[in-house]
Nanobody, 119 residues
Framework: QVQLVESGGGLVQSGGSLRLSCAGS????????MGWYRQGAEKQRELVAS???????EYADSVKGRFIISGDHRKKSVVLQMNALKPEDTAVYYC?????????????WGQGTQVTVSS
């Protein structure tokens, strides 16, 4: 069973930066993808950014040019550098890992870390 622990959230002023880190532990046979999702108040959880085992990255349109994702699948870790933050980036951010164990695709989530951007 994989456990994911996020860190780095907090309160920042509009235009500021934050760096979110996610560290995973436990056994997983192979990792397909790691990424970050977020859920704002009264909103559905949405993809922020992800990186595949092959190094392909995907970003939500709303964060392109501002956020950078980097991952080390061997270490089960992923980092999200968030720049030029806006109040609409306020949300709980969740680390996500998609991998394979016992020939089954498994989806793991962290407990979430709050990011609040003040105007």
């Amino acid at each position: 069973q994989v456990q994911l622990v996020e860190s780095g959230g907090g309160l920042v002023q509009s235009g500021g930066s934050l760096r979110l880190s996610c560290a995973g532990s436990g056994f997983i046979a192979s990792i397909n993808e790691m990424g970050w999702y977020r859920q704002g108040a009264e909103k559905q959880r949405e993809l922020v950014a992800s990186v595949t085992r092959g190094g392909s990255v995907e970003y939500a349109d709303s964060v392109k040019g501002r956020f950078i994702i980097s991952g080390d699948h061997r270490k089960k870790s992923v980092v999200l550098q968030m720049n030029a933050l806006k109040p609409e980036d306020t949300a709980v951010y969740y680390c996500n890992l998609v991998g394979v164990n016992r020939r089954r695709t498994r989806n793991f989530w962290g407990q979430g870390t709050q990011v609040t951007v003040s105007s």
